[in-house]
């Protein structure tokens, strides 16, 4: 039995129901059982009440590019560190890569995941299946039994799907059970395992480059297949102008297509891996500033629906080696809230703008419900202070690893209080 | 001319880090030290007791032995540790390598790696100094170094030549040390090649793009031809060795269009009649083996200076 709990005062930002004003909020059984003008509602006797004046309050945010390691990798993150830091950066629902070891291909890997987020999990696991078995590239995954046992798209993510006709089959069968594909674009025989953006920098650091061309020319195959099958594709993790360009002009034809971008890639420039910091080493890599102006504009005008961290723990046993042997990712969950932030001040983003592509927008995305503050819906909440100054330092971070190139940061913004389904899974309120 | 400059390196990662003093001093060492290596008895004191490492991960014969020449006719105590017979195959990371190195207290460690800024790496979890010995398709400072005294020794200067670099820039750690030390140093540095050889942004690293190699030898003083490597097989990069020979290769006809007292160098070691034809490389303009003399000299000089000798 969950306490209700009064949420009073706050700026209920509700895009989905096209909602933004100060509203009071009471959550009663784990779910929202009003949404009223202040004052309006008094709620049960004894209610938990909190003034969150000058606060946000948001649809619980979701996160639908997460890897969170477990099974195969839990010295880097499991699925109990890896949905507390979400909760800590307020997220209520993540969606979780395959490339596990072993690769969730199967029903028994998407149970497992399933019932350890049952057990041990402070947000909602969704888990996203292999494209092909093994994430080898060869033949398809059992889509049907990945399926019934709880996934919700499938993609090879963390490698491309080379093969033009299994990606061609993978979105035609996809179909028979209605689950999304989504594309990890990258052209293999030109990024060549590089270690960086290519260009200037990677010769001047002796670094092998990856041409922003290899994202895009697989970007654009995949944007093909989608028209071509008529059925819809996501692009994941999109760090080019012309990624950008394509799925505009993609958008305007009628494709079915969604993207998704990361924090970093608005945020950072190849800049950031300078002196071989192998905290900035990602894959598709940091690019330029043209690359972060596009993205940021595609953010604003819809082309790209929704922000995703890629959330990606390594140990420093992954990330304090050469350079070139450094493994690919960086932590997210816990810097999304205040790095979109940024983008809000700036005006390149309105409030609610930001809090759809973090909510709602991955919701529909995915088809898992949730990112709405509906009344009768479950109590997936969070409250974010958008004045909240702080320096993101290794001991605040709720993930296993701490390989962010944000590290030191002075940021201002981030989520104080997240409820799932009416509980508290993160608290730093009043803080 | 510089003698007022004070030298305050602890690591030489790249020539990118070194300022026109700096790079003036070091020259200036080295001629000075050069003369040693002519004694009969070829050994000063200045670095006994000093205990230098050479840590070698790529297989190399002359920078090897060059450093260790140097630093034995300076008295110090060398180790050599290769990459084979080192614990890196036994799974150890790089940087437990160089702390157990480090627990040994030597003052230098030397190292050769694959992997670009492996140095850097190194100097930051270690106490001792680092010299960069080629690192991936990064920088081979010394060997920079080592050029630029070649050229000032047989030239009387670096400000206002023309240097043409020819071959593979893009996998070539000494032509990036060297676009960046002679540009520093006031020289003009153009490269040409295959396309396919020449690196994204490298005009921002100091030199001019020449879209011929005749183009780029043309009253050049200083034309370094670099060496093709037979062995990147992953990348389509080249036809053949033959067509490249034909091609870029530097035949005693480039050669004319240089300065008439233009001279030949190369990096070493050479695939006689692939990037250099052999008449030139032993010709009476080649200055490939005053190279490797000079190399004892710069590394005398950077091992000198690192451990604080002014």
């Known amino acids: 039995m969950v306490a209700p709990l009064l949420l009073k005062n706050g700026r209920v930002i509700d895009p989905a129901n096209g909602l933004d004003g100060i509203r009071d909020l009471l959550l009663v059984e784990g779910k929202i059982a009003a949404v009223t003008l202040p004052g309006e509602v008094d709620g049960p006797a004894g209610v938990e009440t909190l003034d969150l004046a000058g606060k946000w309050v948001v649809p619980g945010l979701i996160d639908m590019h997460v890897h969170l390691r477990e099974p195969g990798q839990e010295h880097k993150e499991t699925i109990e560190t890896g949905t507390l830091a979400a909760a800590a950066g307020g997220f209520t629902a993540v969606a979780c890569m395959p490339n596990t070891k072993p690769v969730n291909d199967n029903e028994a890997v998407t149970q497992l995941i399933l019932a350890k987020a049952a ?14 078995s093994g994430s080898r590239g060869e033949a398809l995954a059992e889509y049907g039994e990945m399926k019934q046992a709880g996934v919700v798209a499938v993609t090879d993510d963390g490698l491309p799907v080379v093969n033009s006709q299994l990606m061609r089959r993978a979105l035609e069968y996809a179909g028979n059970h209605e689950l999304l594909v989504i594309s990890h674009a990258e052209e293999p025989t030109l990024s060549q395992n590089g270690a960086m953006n290519d260009g200037a920098l990677a010769t001047r650091l002796g670094l092998r480059g990856i041409p922003h061309v290899a994202e895009e020319i697989m970007v654009y195959r995949d944007l093909a297949l989608a028209q071509y099958t008529g059925r819809p594709i996501h692009i994941a993790h999109v760090s080019t102008r012309e990624s950008v360009d394509l799925i505009r002009r993609a958008k305007a034809k009628g494709v079915a297509v969604t993207a998704e971008t990361a924090p970093h890639y608005f945020t950072l420039t190849e800049a950031a891996v300078d002196q071989y910091n192998t905290r900035a080493k990602m ?15 595609g953010l604003r005008d819809g082309t790209l629906d929704a922000i995703a ?17 450094a493994a690919n990712g960086i932590i997210g969950l816990e810097t999304a809230v205040p790095l979109t932030l940024r983008l809000v001040r700036e005006g390149i983003l309105e409030a609610g ?3 759809a592509l973090l909510s709602v927008n991955p919701a529909r995305i995915l088809g898992v419900g949730g990112g709405a503050l509906s009344v009768g819906a479950v109590a997936d909440v969070t409250v974010i202070d958008p004045e909240k100054e702080f320096v993101y330092g290794p001991e605040a971070v709720h993930s296993k690893s701490v390989n962010s190139p944000f590290l030191g940061w002075q940021f201002k913004g981030k989520a104080v209080l997240t409820i799932l389904a009416g509980r508290v899974t993160y608290s730093d309120f009043p803080g | 001319m510089y003698s007022t400059h004070r030298f305050s390196h602890k690591h030489i990662l790249g020539l990118a880090d070194l300022s026109v003093e700096d790079m003036g001093l070091i020259l200036q060492t080295a001629e000075s030290f050069k003369e040693i290596s002519t004694r009969a008895i070829k050994k000063v004191p200045t670095l006994r007791g000093k205990t230098i490492v050479n840590l070698f991960f790529e297989p190399s014969t002359r920078t090897r032995l060059s450093f260790e020449v140097a630093a034995k006719r300076m008295s110090a105590d060398t180790f050599n540790i290769s990459g084979s017979g080192s614990s890196t195959v036994k799974g150890e990371t790089l940087i437990d390598t160089a702390r157990n190195l480090d627990a040994m ?6 190292l050769r790696h694959s992997r670009s800024g492996s140095p850097r790496l190194l100097a930051d979890h270690i106490d001792a100094s680092v010299i960069n010995a080629g690192d991936g398709t990064h920088e081979h400072p010394s060997q920079g170094l080592l050029d630029l005294m070649t050229v000032k020794e047989a030239k009387g200067t670096i400000s206002g030549l023309k240097i043409a670099i020819i071959g593979d820039i893009a996998h070539s750690r000494v032509a990036h040390s060297n676009i960046i030390g002679f540009s520093k140093m006031g020289a003009t540095v153009a490269v040409a090649g295959p396309a396919t050889l020449i690196p994204p942004g490298v005009e921002e690293m100091g030199a001019t793009v020449c879209g011929s190699v005749a183009k780029a030898v043309e009253d050049a003083d200083v034309i370094m031809a670099l060496r093709i ?7 389509p990069l080249l036809p053949s060795l033959r067509e490249y020979a034909n091609f870029f ?9 240089a300065k008439p007292d233009a001279i030949i160098m190369h990096p070493g070691p050479i695939n006689r009649g692939v990037e250099l034809d052999p008449k030139i490389a032993d010709g009476s303009r080649s200055v490939i083996l005053d190279q490797v003399t000079n190399g004892v000299a710069v590394r005398m000089a950077l091992i000198y ?4 000798g002014d």
């Open chain 1, 119 to 132: 057990a041990r999990g402070s947000a909602r696991v969704y888990p996203v299946g292999a494209i092909s």
């Open chain 1, 283 to 297: 894959n598709p890599p940091l690019r330029r500033q043209a690359d972060v102006d596009a993205i940021r504009q």
């Open chain 1, 309 to 325: 961290t890629d959330h990606a723990p390594h140990s420093e046993l992954d990330k304090d080696v050469e350079f070139d042997l």
């Open chain 1, 353 to 355: 703008g930001m809090i």
């Open chain 2, 105 to 110: 207290n030597p003052d230098c460690i030397i």
């Open chain 2, 229 to 235: 490597q037979k062995e990147r097989q992953h990348d």
């Open chain 2, 249 to 257: 290769g530097v035949s005693q006809k480039l050669v004319g269009a």
């Open chain 2, 305 to 308: 200076l690192i451990m604080g």
